[in-house]
Each structure stands twice: as structure tokens, then as C-alpha cells.
């Protein structure tokens, strides 16, 4: 089992750690000529080089040990063949079936999914295509304008995504409405016409708080605004609920479903994608899900030494679980994959943020990194400080284009510069002597070059992977996006965690509806703790 696994192999892992300590990175490229061509590897033409890491080929060994003992191979297929892998829900999970466009039937319950499958991906297509035309009419004649309202997994991949391929984007604005604060749709509403807005109602349950409010909200403006009659026509719905959808008034032929064997926050593919689709058309859409499935067959296929997902979570394992590295950022050097952190950030922690195992009692080792962070060169002018000096070692993925969207004098250059030259200083550092040296070179007094000294000193030995991609299209999108679900997937595996609930998220919104007649003044209730009733009051004090 998966929590013995990495148990039994900690003492090994501890004497590689022990090992690695006595040297770095530094000391390693130099000894070996050929260390990026050992730890780098590819797929489909984009290069992943984790050779900026305390490993050596022994670490591999013992980290793919631990893939194989943990059973890795063995729940991958599971997931893939839809077995029920998320225990505590009850669930197979099954979102590889949703990209799965050419593939083998998938069976759940003795029934082949696919064939339904099919069929909403042709109504998106058939619907998107009719909306990009202007075939399909509202009061104002063509769509300009599609407002996705949902939020959590049915906002981050959506939105993370249309603005990843603004390049490709051919059809209507797409705007994201997620959070309750009135603030976020009141924004939108400020910025398009209602006449040509279709509104997007994004929810799996369509009962979730925030969404539901929102459309509200925007219903009651297009009731305002246009006929009452006409309003019916400016909603679309994306969710397994019908009986949801059609209480709200929007009619079947404009809903879009998907099945409970796929969580929220890998719902993209399907019809969660549906704002994705109308943004680049379906062909590009297409393009997405081709990408994910080369992702799926990586990694169902090659072997683990080798297979980018799995390496991925084993440098994952042993940055938290060795070396005790709590956090790990992800910096694309593409602008466009600015909400990429963001997305990652529920992908990974929504999944992996555990404190128990499959067996409900509590693990015995770190569990979920937290992820996070911005595209460079952004960050490098903010918080890149601390990732070089910083007392805490975060891990970084760099993530690089070689060919940029615009051809834009050195713009591209520069931004490559600058990705490499990250990983770089991060790994080499740079020594007491080679301060002292450029110090004294620049004609400091020895007195001051003294005190200087050690503040201009890196350490080094920081650890980073990097992917490098042809292009950030379609298709590079969906395959990377696909690659952090396995990764997530098998670190799960390795902790022997539900990777597929999320438990964590339900205490709050019970509490909060239960506040929210409080909040209002509507109803007292004392047995709430003295801080909570504390901000009421000043709530409603200020509020007078
Ligand atoms: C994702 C989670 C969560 C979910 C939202 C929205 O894996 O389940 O983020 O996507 O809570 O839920 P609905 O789609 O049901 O509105």
C-alpha cells in the first residue's frame, strides 16, 4: 500500500538526502557533462528538464521504486478502466473519458459511456458554432458578449484557459463572473450590452451559493432591461442538475451535461469548457482535449523513469517529504498563463490538501504542497527575493515557450534571458569568494566589502524543473494541464490520500448559511463563539 511505501523507503530516501546534502547542484553539473541529457526528458516536443535538482541517478532510482511500490501503475489503471477511486464519494473519476475523442469505449456500470460523451461535445459544437455565426439570434440579434457565472471548478479552468489562448480567440467577449461580492458582476454587467449577452450558468450541483446569486442577479437585470418575454433566450446552462436548470427557466436544448464521475476542478474538458469553445471555436476546442489525451497515453504508456507526470510527483515527494520544502511556485514566463497558478492552486490543493488517508486515519508525513505564484518577469521585480535568498528552499516550475505569439523586436529573447538565467542563479548561487572578487574588482574598501559580503552571497542549491514548449496553443495547453492532473494524481497515490474529494470545503459554507440570517439581522443566536458575534455586531455598528 501506498502510505507503507513511502514509509518503508523514508530510511532510504533519508540516505540519499544525507548524501545529497554533502554536495549541490553546483558541484554536480560540473562533475558531469552529462547531466541534463540524463535528467531531462520529452514528450511531444516539449522538453522537461528536472536537472536542477538535488538528485542523482541512485534518488531516481529510489523514487521510482517508490512509484512502483506505492502502486502507482496499478491506480492509474484503475482510474483509466473507471474503476470507483474516489471512496469516500462513491465515484470513479473519469474525466480522461471526456478527451478520450478517439479511444477505446470507457465502461461504467456495465454502459459505455462515450456514446453520451459524444453527443454533448456535438451539441457544444453545434450550439458554439451557431453562436460564433450569428445563427443563433437574441433580442439584439448575434451574440457579443457570453458571461460565464460559476466559480471554483467551474470558473478557474475556463478562465485560466480563454485567457491562455486569447490569440486563437475568434468569437464573442467571454467574461467570468465568480464571487458573491457584488463588486465582481456589477463590473461585468458595467461592461456589456444586455440585448447581446448570453449568460453562461456554470454549476455541476446548480445549487452552489455564489453562482445561483449571481444569476439571479443577472437575471433580474436582463428582466429589467429587456422583455420579460425575451430573457428566457440569453441563458445557456452547464451543469448534472435538470431539474436545477429548467426551475430556472432555461430550456433543455440550451443545457449542457456532464456526469458525476467528473469533479469539478477537472470538469474542463467537457461541458464546463462550453465558454472555451465559444471563445476559439470548436476545432481548437478539439485541439485542447487532442492534447490532454497525448497526455493520457504518456502517461499510461511510457515507463516510469521516464514518464513526465510520475516525475514530476516523485520530485514533488521528495522536495516536501525529504527535504521538507512546504511550498512550491509555478512561474510561467507567458503572460497569458497568468491565472495558471491560480488554477493549479485548486487542482493541487483542493485535491492533495489532506490530513487523513484512504483509511481515514491521519498520515504520518506532510502531505500537499502549498502551490502558487506569478508569471516572470513579473515576479522576478517582487518576490523572486526570497526564492534566492529567502531562509525557506521553494521549488519552481519555469515554464517557456520557444516561439512567442507576437514578433516583437527582442521581447522574446529577453523573456527566454530571463527564464534561464532564473533556474540558473537559483542552482549555482553565488559563493563568499566570488563576492569578495567582484567586490574587489569594482574598488570597494576592504571594510565595507566586509560588511556587504554576506548579503550579496546566494546560496544556491535551490531546486527547479523547467518546461519548454514549441508554442503555447490548444493543444501545449491541454497537454500540460493534463500533466498536472497526473502528477496530482500520483502524488495522491504516494500519500495514499483521496485525491478526488474535498471534504475541506464544506464546514464553511455551512457556517456561512447558518450567519447569514445573523448577518442580516433577521435572527440572534448566542451560541456562537464571542469573536464571531463580536463581528456582527461591529458589522451591524458600522453598517448604521
Ligand atoms: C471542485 C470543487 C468545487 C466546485 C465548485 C462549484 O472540484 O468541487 O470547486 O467546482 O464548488 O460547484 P458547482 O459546479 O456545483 O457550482
Redesign the pocket.
Known amino acids: 500500500m501506498s502510505k507503507s511505501a513511502l514509509k518503508a523507503l523514508s530510511p532510504d530516501l533519508k540516505a540519499h538526502k544525507k548524501r545529497m546534502d554533502k554536495t549541490n547542484m553546483r558541484k554536480m553539473f560540473s562533475k558531469d557533462e552529462k547531466r541534463f541529457a540524463k535528467f531531462s526528458t520529452s514528450i511531444e516536443g516539449m522538453v522537461f528538464d528536472y536537472s536542477k535538482n538535488r538528485i542523482d541517478a541512485n534518488v531516481m532510482k529510489s523514487l521510482v521504486k517508490l512509484a512502483k511500490q506505492a502502486g502507482v501503475e496499478d491506480y492509474r489503471d484503475k482510474m483509466f478502466a473507471g474503476e470507483v477511486i474516489n471512496g469516500t464519494e462513491k465515484r470513479a473519476v473519469l474525466h480522461t473519458a471526456l478527451r478520450n475523442t478517439k479511444g477505446e469505449p470507457v465502461v461504467v456500470d456495465g454502459k459505455d459511456i462515450m456514446p453520451d460523451i459524444q453527443k454533448v461535445l456535438r451539441a457544444m459544437g453545434k450550439f458554439s458554432n451557431a453562436v460564433r455565426s450569428g445563427k443563433y439570434q437574441v433580442t439584439g440579434g448575434k451574440i457579443t458578449d457570453v458571461v460565464n457565472i ?7 479552468g475556463p478562465a485560466m484557459v480563454t485567457l491562455a489562448l486569447a490569440p486563437y480567440h475568434n468569437g464573442p467577449n467571454c467574461h467570468f463572473v465568480s464571487n458573491v461580492d457584488g463588486a465582481d458582476i456589477a463590473d461585468t454587467l458595467a461592461k456589456i450590452e444586455p440585448a447581446t449577452t448570453l449568460f453562461i450558468i ?7 451559493q ?2 445561483m446569486t449571481n444569476a439571479n442577479t443577472a437575471r433580474e437585470w436582463l428582466r429589467k432591461k429587456l422583455k420579460k418575454k425575451d430573457v428566457g433566450v440569453h441563458f445557456a446552462a452547464l ?1 448534472t442538475n435538470l431539474k436545477g436548470t429548467r426551475e430556472f427557466g432555461i430550456e433543455d436544448s440550451r443545457t449542457f451535461g456532464f456526469w458525476d464521475w467528473v ?5 474542463l474538458w467537457g461541458a ?1 469548457g462550453l465558454s472555451i469553445m465559444l471563445a476559439v471555436g470548436p476545432k481548437n476546442f478539439a485541439k485542447i482535449l487532442e492534447g490532454a489525451q497525448a497526455a493520457d497515453t504518456h502517461f499510461k504508456e511510457t515507463k516510469l523513469s521516464d514518464n513526465v507526470p510520475v516525475l514530476m510527483a516523485l520530485l514533488g515527494v521528495w522536495n516536501r517529504n525529504i527535504l521538507g520544502f512546504a511550498t512550491h511556485a509555478v512561474l510561467p514566463y507567458d503572460n497569458r498563463l497568468s491565472r495558471f497558478a491560480a488554477y493549479l492552486q ?1 487542482l493541487d490543493m ?2 492533495n490538501g489532506k490530513r487523513v488517508g484512504m483509511n481515514g486515519k491521519p498520515l504520518k508525513y506532510s502531505s500537499g504542497a502549498v502551490v502558487w505564484g506569478e508569471p516572470g518577469t513579473n515576479g522576478q521585480h517582487a518576490f523572486y527575493q526570497l526564492i534566492h535568498q529567502g531562509t525557506d528552499v521553494i521549488p519552481c516550475d519555469f515554464l517557456i515557450a520557444a516561439k512567442p505569439q507576437e514578433n516583437l523586436g527582442d521581447h522574446h529573447a529577453l523573456l527566454v534571458a530571463n527564464c534561464f538565467a532564473q533556474s540558473e542563479a537559483l542552482m549555482v548561487g553565488k559563493t563568499q569568494d566570488e563576492v569578495f572578487k567582484e567586490l574587489n574588482a569594482s574598488g570597494m574598501d576592504a571594510k565595507d566589502i566586509k560588511k556587504l559580503a554576506p548579503h550579496k552571497v546566494f546560496e544556491g542549491n535551490r531546486p527547479s524543473n523547467t518546461f519548454l514548449y514549441e508554442k503555447l496553443d490548444p493543444k501545449t495547453l491541454g497537454m500540460l494541464i493534463a500533466l498536472y492532473e497526473h502528477k496530482v494524481h500520483v502524488q495522491g497515490v504516494i500519500w495514499g490520500l483521496n485525491s478526488y474529494d ?1 471534504w475541506g ?1 464544506e464546514l464553511g459554507k455551512a457556517l456561512a448559511n447558518q450567519l447569514v440570517p445573523l448577518v442580516k439581522g433577521d435572527a440572534k443566536d448566542k451560541s456562537k463563539d464571542a469573536s464571531t458575534l463580536g463581528l456582527v455586531d461591529a458589522f451591524h455598528l458600522l453598517q448604521k
Open positions: 460559476g466559480i471554483g471548478g467551474s470558473d478557474l456554470a454549476s455541476k450541483t446548480f445549487t452552489t455564489e453562482t451543469s469533479g469539478g476542478r477537472y470538469s464546463i485548486q483542493e485535491s474535498q470545503v
